[in-house]
């Protein structure tokens, strides 16, 4: 057998691992035993929690986040480490979540330059985190999506940015070809916990979840060595925040469907499309107001209203071809600063071997393919 099928065969061990350690005989499984308060706790609840640790969503989890990788967070684990880690541990993991008392640990604070200019601050669960995000996700996942807007392309099963790119186009090639652009400041940055955790509340029975969440919002970020207690937002680089984040901002597109109006979201970008300046005016004047009851607030210096030929979404911009057919075409900005980026994975100067620079170039134009 080859080394290759070695280590696969060594994974899928692990992975069976788990799913057999994550119980413990009768009598004796860790968080099985309810005391009392978990009662009260689970009474009337849906049970959630049961739902998140169960080994079957905790294996799917863990597949998740081996396959996205990524840096160790705080905690300084890597995802190689994860799988046996969790094999070992599992059960002493999975009591206090069923008990309502896992705390997690603080992101890893890390700043990444933004294409437009500026720095997008992100913030990095460590890998055991990640699972249980994930594992939560999975489960909040499917009870949130069928009330999302259909006009919401981001971070949603069968959605794609290519989804919401179509959408828009369509939206111009029935006339309206005035755009309000609409940049929410620091959107994952300042999101509400009160408000959140209040809207999640109404929809969540189960409080050990509740808390856990609000948990992993006041988590706090490590900065070279530094912890730092956050107040509000939902750190960016964990599978969960997108999830939370839409909370808010699917109220925005309620208020823009109540309205009648057409638009286009993909995570917390939003073009909404209309026929003339005036009506553009009135849409952007009307989500400052609503935008500020859900403590959000409005980027000035990029939202705007403009024709949708001098913007673009998602690294796309439109344009006009014979027949008066609306067609689409990568943004001169996007395919700049993709050339840019393999002028630095060929560079002859970064001393790596020919397949090392082919891999990176690969991995990298499918993603931006994509």
């Known amino acids: 057998m080859s080394l290759d099928g070695v280590q696969h065969q060594m994974s899928r061990q692990r992975e069976l691992a788990l799913e057999t350690r994550g119980e413990a005989p009768q009598g004796q499984r860790s968080g099985e035993a309810l ?16 739902a998140v640790v169960e080994r079957s969503n905790a294996r ?47 992101v890893r604070r890390q700043s990444m330059p933004k294409p437009g200019g500026g720095v997008r601050e992100l913030g990095i669960p460590g890998v055991l985190d990640r699972v249980i995000q994930q594992a939560i996700r999975h489960v909040l996942q499917p009870r949130f999506d069928p009330t999302v807007s259909p006009h919401s392309h981001g971070v949603r099963p069968g ?19 005035w755009v309000v652009d609409v ?22 029975a189960d409080k050990r979840l509740l808390r856990l969440i609000r948990r992993d919002l006041e988590a706090g970020s490590m900065a070279h060595g530094v912890v ?21 901002l699917d109220e925005v ?3 823009l469907e109540r309205r009648g109006q057409p638009f286009v979201r993909y995570a917390d970008d939003c073009n909404v ?16 107001r609503h935008d500020a009851t859900l403590r959000l607030h409005l980027n000035e210096d990029k939202s705007t209203v403009a024709r949708v030929w001098s913007r673009r979404l998602l ?54 393919k994509e």
């Open 35 to 50: 005391t009392a308060t978990q009662e009260t706790e689970c009474s009337g609840s849906d049970h959630l929690m049961e």
């Open 159 to 177: 959605r794609s940015a290519h989804g919401a790119i179509r959408e828009a186009q369509q939206d111009v090639q029935a006339g309206r070809r």
């Open 60 to 106: 799917m989890a863990l597949r998740r986040v081996r396959q996205h990788r990524g840096r160790p967070g705080s905690d300084g684990m890597s995802v190689e480490e994860l799988p046996q880690y969790l094999v070992e541990h599992w059960e002493v993991l999975r009591a206090p979540l069923l008990a309502g008392t896992d705390q997690p640990k603080p």
């Open 183 to 204: 940049d929410i400041e620091a959107c994952f940055d300042r999101v509400n916990h009160e408000g959140l955790l209040g809207r999640l509340a109404k929809r969540l």
């Open 273 to 288: 499309d209309v026929r003339s300046r005036r009506a553009g005016e009135r849409v952007l004047q009307a989500l400052r």
């Open 253 to 255: 597109d309620k208020e």
């Open 315 to 368: 690294g796309y911009s439109g344009w006009i071809a014979p027949g008066r057919v609306v067609k689409r075409r990568v943004a001169r900005q996007a395919l700049k600063a993709m050339k840019d980026r393999v002028r630095q994975i060929t560079s002859r100067s970064g001393g790596r071997s020919l397949e090392a620079v082919a891999g990176e170039l690969r991995e990298y134009l499918t993603g931006w």
């Open 228 to 248: 730092m207690e956050r107040y509000e937002g939902t750190p960016q680089g964990g599978p969960l925040a997108p999830l939370l984040a839409h909370g808010l």
